[in-house]
């Protein structure tokens, strides 16, 4: 599966990395992860199965999120004024909190095999790919050790199980041990794709698309080995002129970038208001 990403600067030193929305991956994923515990169990118990214990564990765990997810769409439509409604308030506050960066490294799943980076044409390639490499270890540091902290937690949260209220504690400390595992795995994806040690032997020039716009000096495609390919936009370039990246983009700039990439403009915006 190729993920394409786009990356560029949007207030002061603060850079945006943003997944291009790509509805058929999503259906697609989606399609494999079992709706019911019949089909669950049918997936880990069948003979043709040969996964690992790690695969097992990992669709269990797509299953359980898919679950969570198709409640919180049950909250998304409750009446409003409702108690379900008031809980669902409340999560879209918690939600804000997460870290746009996490949200990021949540979309590299283990199904990407390449990605395509599109970034501005006036940008060096190296320091794209050092950024790119920064992100992903820095991703890799931080949510193990938010991971192992939301585990140990866990145990806690269940002591409200006697309460006669949902127990909000336990459903959110499960979400961010989710989270934070989804985060670490997509780092280390990230690192591996963009990591030069093991493709500098197959590092080439990518073939020009007439479709896209290149780096107008240089007027060339930067590609490293057959997982990462650098493309600088003029577009992109363009776009980011129109606005003031030293005190932030403006709301209809960052509207214009993620209309014209594909991209989630909450989440976008998220990396512009952040310190």
């Not at 399609?31 to 990992?58: D, V």
């Not at 390919?229 to 993620?258: R, T, W, Y």
């Amino acid at each position: 599966m190729k993920a394409r990403l786009v990356v560029f600067p949007i207030r002061g030193r603060n850079w945006c990395f943003s997944r291009s929305i790509d509805q058929s991956a999503l259906d697609a994923q989606s399609s494999q992860t079992p709706s019911t515990f019949n089909e669950l169990w049918k997936k880990i118990s069948s003979p043709s199965n040969e996964n690992s214990i790690g695969s097992n564990a990992e669709l269990l765990i797509d299953f359980a999120s898919n679950k969570m997810n198709r409640a919180w769409t049950g909250l998304e439509k409750a009446p409003p004024g409702s108690f379900k409604n008031k809980l669902y308030g409340l999560g879209l506050r918690l939600l804000a909190r997460v870290k746009p960066s996490e949200i990021f490294l949540k979309s590299i799943s283990k199904e990407v095999t390449k990605v395509e980076v599109t970034f501005p044409s006036s940008f060096n390639v190296r320091l794209v790919r050092r950024r790119l490499r920064h992100i992903a270890l820095r991703g890799i540091a931080i949510h193990k050790r938010y991971f192992y902290g939301s585990v140990s937690l866990l145990p806690l949260t269940t002591a409200f199980a006697v309460l006669p209220l949902p127990n909000i504690p336990f459903f959110w400390i499960s979400f961010r041990t989710y989270s934070h595992w989804r985060a670490l795995k997509g780092s280390e994806r990230l690192l591996q794709l963009v990591s030069d040690s093991s493709m500098k032997q197959n590092s080439s020039v990518a073939t020009p698309n007439r479709s896209e716009h290149t780096d107008s000096e240089k007027g060339t495609r930067n590609s490293v080995g057959l997982s990462l390919v650098l493309q600088p936009s003029k577009e992109l370039e363009e776009l980011i002129q129109c606005g003031n990246v030293h005190d932030g983009l403006g709301k209809c700039i960052v509207a214009n970038i993620c209309k014209t990439f594909d991209l989630n403009t909450m989440d976008v915006l998220k990396y512009r208001d952040s310190t």
